[in-house]
């Protein structure tokens, strides 16, 4: 293990279904065969362990990088991580930019539509995101929807929905999309993992739905990206050495 690099601490949001944590874990099990020796560990904001503090106080001094598995902004990444930095005593910490909204996470979303059997241009298509009472975070959800239509490239529409504390919901999306006569309609699951949000998602009446985005490999390197601007804004930050003057 390279101790030269800051560790990549990546902080997911918690679940209580195994399999959310174990698609957590797994994920990270790519960023590392992508990054061989660097130290890459996960921890959660919630409902599943090493909760963040924890993971923090495991750190034992050694420099980090922490990396939200957050796909937007919002509440988390602006509150609850840098008040979780600073209780910790950490707050010099950098953190990471959330992972979305990044072309990388669109050709992941574009590659699971396909998997699940939507062709090109079939039709309409609903990206189903868990949902914020930040208004922020829904934004980042319909920079996303935008990346995606322009990823699939097929002239269809990308309508962003939210799973929680938004309008519309997956379900409504897609019923007012069959109710304007289309018969078509895909999912699109903007999650991480499989879960009760994940669950929900595929209970909307469309004809194709997404898997979760998992392991993904355009995911694993949007993870290594984002560790490596967040150590680049570090070392920008840092003031240049004062000139000695000569003797």
């Known amino acids: ?18 399999a959310g944590v174990a698609a957590a874990h797994a994920l990270l099990s ?10 890459v560990r996960c921890c959660f904001l919630d409902l599943a362990r090493p909760v963040l503090s ?3 106080t495991a ?4 420099a980090a990088v922490l990396v939200p598995l957050l796909l937007g902004g919002g509440y988390h990444l602006r509150v609850d991580l840098p008040q979780a930095l600073a209780a910790a005593g950490l707050a010099h910490l950098p953190l990471a930019r ?21 062709p ?24 996303t929807a935008a990346l995606l239509a322009d990823r699939l490239g097929d002239g269809q529409p990308v309508v962003a929905a939210y799973l929680s ?13 069959h109710a304007a006569g289309h018969r078509r309609v895909a999912v699109a699951t903007h999650l991480l993992a499989p879960g009760f949000f994940a669950d ?32 680049a804004d570090v070392r920008r930050a840092r003031p240049a050495p004062t000139p000695v003057p000569a003797a």
Do not use: C, I, K
Request: net charge positive.
């Open 59 to 62: 750190l034992d001094g050694r």
């Open 200 to 231: 929900r998602a595929a209970a909307t009446g469309a004809r194709w739905t997404s898997a979760p985005l998992g392991t993904h490999d355009a995911l694993a390197r949007l993870v290594a990206l984002r560790y490596d601007e967040a150590r």
């Open 165 to 177: 504390a938004a309008r519309p919901t997956p379900r409504q999306a897609v019923a007012a999309l």
């Open 98 to 118: 959330a992972l979305g909204p990044h072309p990388l996470l669109a050709t992941a979303l574009a590659d699971r539509l396909a998997a699940a059997g939507r």
């Open 54 to 56: 924890e993971a923090l």
């Open 1 to 18: 293990m390279d101790t030269r690099r800051p560790v990549l601490l990546a902080v997911a949001h918690g679940t209580r279904s195994a």
């Open 120 to 143: 090109a241009g079939a039709g309409p298509v609903v990206l189903a995101a868990a949902g914020s009472s930040d208004p922020a975070a829904n934004a980042d959800t319909a920079r």
């Open 30 to 39: 790519r960023v590392r065969a992508l990054r061989p020796g660097l130290d």
